[in-house]
C-alpha cells in the first residue's frame, strides 16, 4: 500500500502531484490510501521512500480544461472518497481516453454531481453569509460573520469576499476553518462556533425594516424562495425570524395593496396628442390613411393591415392583440379559430357580434416564418406604442359605451402602461369617458390543457362578456 498525505481538505494541487506520481509509477488506485494531514490515524502499513517511475506507464496524460475545473470543483466535496474516485477516473482514462465523454460512466457521475454540489454551496455562501459590526479599529469598521457550509469551500470563496469587501476588515468563521481580510492579506484560521461570533448588532434593527419593506407579497412564491434560499439556512439569517409572518401577511397585504389602488388610476392615462394629430370624417378615411401612410415598426410583419369591423355606432368595442395568419389573409378581425371562441362565447353571452365593434391594438401580423407556416410572434411595447395613436382615432370614431380589453396587449395600449391583466380582469371602471373591461383574450381558452379548465374559464369569460353587455 502506497499513502499520500494531502496537507489540506481541499489540497487539489497536493492531490495532482501526487496523482502523476502514482500514474507515472502505475501504481493501481486499490494500492493508494488517501489522508489529510493531522486527520486520523496514518497507515502504518504504507509504502515509504521515493515512488520510481514504470518503464511501460503512461506519465503524460492530458486532460481537459473542461474536466480539470471539474475535478478542483468536485474535491472540495465532503465525501470522504472523493480523492480516491478522481485517481481512479485518471488511471482508467489511460486506457479509456474518451471516458469525460461517457454520461452514462458511474465515476464522471459522481464527479459531476460533486461538482455541481460544491458549486451550489459557493453560490449560498455568496449569498447567505451575514456580517455583524463588532467594532472599528485604525479607521476601519470590524465585521465579523458565522456560516455553516456543506463542503470544504471556505478558501475557495474567500477571493470572493475580499473583492466585494475590501474596504472593511472582516472573519468569517465555519466549523471547519476561519478565513478573514485586514485589507492587506486573507488570513486562515481554524474553524470555530456560532458562539464566536456575535449574534446582533446597531444596525440589525435598520436591516430588518429595509428587508420588510422590499418583501413583495404579490410576488411571493414560497416553494421558488424555499430551493432558492433552503430553510436550513434560516437559523443564521437576521431575517429569517419575519418570514413566517411575512408569508402568513402576505395574501392580506396584497389585498391592501389592491384595495388602496384605484381601478380608474390603472386605466387612467390618456393618448398623448401626436404632432400629426388630425380628425377623420369616418372610419374609410381612418383605414385609409393608415394604409397609405404606415410603416411597420419591423420587417417580422405583414405588410397588409387589418382595419376593424362593425358599425360605427356600437356600444360595445372588443379590442385584441393583433390579426393571426387567418386574419391576415382573409383582412377582416377574429376569423380563425379564437375568433370562433369569440363568436360562440358572444352569441352564449347574448351579444350580437354584426352589433359589436371588433379590432385590434395592432393592425399587422406579426409572424416568424417557418417553412411555410407562419408562426404568431408577440408583439413589443414598441409594437404597441407605434399603433395606439391609430387606435385612439379609431375609439373615438367609434364613440362605444363600453370598451373591452381582449388580453394584455390590449389592456397596455389602452392604458399606456404594462400591467398584470389578473389584478383588474372583470372589473368595470371609468376611462376617458367610457367603460372599461378587462379579460381574457380567446385564444386563452384554447391554450387551456385539459376541458375542465377550459369549461371553467370559458363560463368565467361569458360572465365578463355579460357585465360588459350590463355596463353599455
Not at 521515493?50 to 474535491?75: F, V, W
Not at 460544491?118 to 447567505?128: E, S, T, Y
Not at 434560516?234 to 384595495?259: F, T
Not at 391576415?328 to 352569441?347: K, T
Request: charged share 25%; net charge positive.
Amino acid at each position: 500500500m502506497h499513502q499520500s498525505i494531502l496537507t489540506a481538505q481541499d489540497d487539489f494541487a497536493g492531490w495532482r502531484d501526487a496523482a502523476r506520481l502514482f500514474l507515472a509509477a502505475d501504481i493501481a488506485p486499490d494500492q493508494i490510501v488517501w489522508q489529510i494531514a493531522g486527520d486520523g490515524v496514518p497507515n502504518l502499513f504504507a509504502a515509504s521512500g521515493d515512488i520510481a517511475p514504470h518503464a511501460s506507464a503512461d506519465a503524460g496524460l492530458r486532460i481537459s480544461r473542461d474536466l480539470l475545473a471539474t475535478l478542483r470543483l468536485a474535491l472540495r466535496h465532503s465525501a470522504s472518497d472523493r480523492f480516491s474516485r478522481a485517481y481512479r477516473l485518471l488511471w482508467r482514462m489511460r486506457q479509456e481516453p474518451l471516458l469525460p465523454h461517457d454520461p452514462a460512466d458511474p465515476d464522471m457521475i459522481a464527479m459531476r454531481k460533486m461538482a455541481k454540489s460544491v458549486r451550489r454551496d459557493m453560490h449560498k455562501m455568496h449569498a447567505f453569509v451575514r456580517f455583524r459590526k463588532v467594532g472599528d479599529a485604525a479607521g476601519r469598521e470590524q465585521f465579523a460573520a458565522w456560516f455553516e457550509p456543506d463542503h470544504h469551500i471556505v478558501r475557495a470563496v474567500a477571493g470572493f469576499f475580499r473583492d466585494r469587501f475590501t474596504a472593511m476588515d472582516w472573519l468569517i468563521v465555519t466549523p471547519r476553518a476561519s478565513i478573514g481580510w485586514d485589507g492587506k492579506a486573507l488570513r486562515e484560521g481554524p474553524g470555530g462556533t456560532q458562539a464566536d461570533v456575535p449574534q446582533d448588532d446597531e444596525m440589525e434593527v435598520e436591516w430588518l425594516a429595509y428587508y420588510a419593506s422590499i418583501f413583495n407579497p404579490a410576488r411571493l412564491k414560497i416553494d421558488a424562495m424555499k430551493r432558492e434560499m433552503p430553510a436550513r439556512y434560516w437559523r443564521n439569517l437576521p431575517e429569517a425570524d419575519l418570514i413566517s409572518s411575512l408569508i402568513q401577511g402576505a395574501r392580506k397585504r396584497v389585498d391592501v395593496m389592491v384595495g388602496n389602488k384605484q381601478v380608474e388610476d390603472l386605466f387612467g392615462a390618456a393618448v398623448p396628442p401626436t404632432p400629426h394629430q388630425r380628425g377623420f370624417a369616418s372610419l374609410e378615411a381612418l383605414y385609409s390613411a393608415l394604409r397609405e401612410e404606415d410603416v411597420a415598426p419591423s420587417p417580422n410583419f405583414s405588410t397588409n393591415i387589418v382595419s376593424g369591423e362593425g358599425p360605427r355606432s356600437a356600444p360595445l368595442m372588443f379590442v385584441g392583440e393583433q390579426p393571426g395568419d387567418r386574419e391576415d389573409l382573409a383582412g377582416r378581425p377574429f376569423v380563425g379559430p379564437a375568433g370562433q371562441i369569440l363568436n360562440s362565447c358572444l352569441e352564449e353571452a347574448g351579444i350580437a357580434r354584426d352589433c359589436s365593434f371588433l379590432t385590434n391594438a395592432i393592425k399587422r401580423f406579426k409572424y416568424l416564418p417557418r417553412g411555410k407556416q407562419r408562426i404568431h410572434q408577440t408583439p413589443t411595447a414598441g409594437d404597441v406604442a407605434h399603433y395606439r395613436w391609430w387606435l385612439a382615432e379609431e375609439i373615438q370614431l367609434v364613440d362605444p359605451r363600453v370598451v373591452v380589453a381582449l388580453g394584455t396587449t390590449a389592456l397596455h395600449a389602452l392604458s399606456g402602461q404594462k400591467q398584470a391583466l389578473a389584478p383588474v380582469r372583470g372589473v368595470v371602471s371609468q376611462w376617458q369617458g367610457r367603460h372599461l373591461l378587462a379579460t381574457v383574450h380567446p385564444s386563452y381558452l384554447l391554450r387551456l390543457p385539459d376541458e375542465q379548465s377550459r369549461d371553467i374559464e370559458r363560463g368565467k369569460f361569458v360572465r365578463e362578456l355579460r357585465k360588459a353587455a350590463r355596463s353599455a
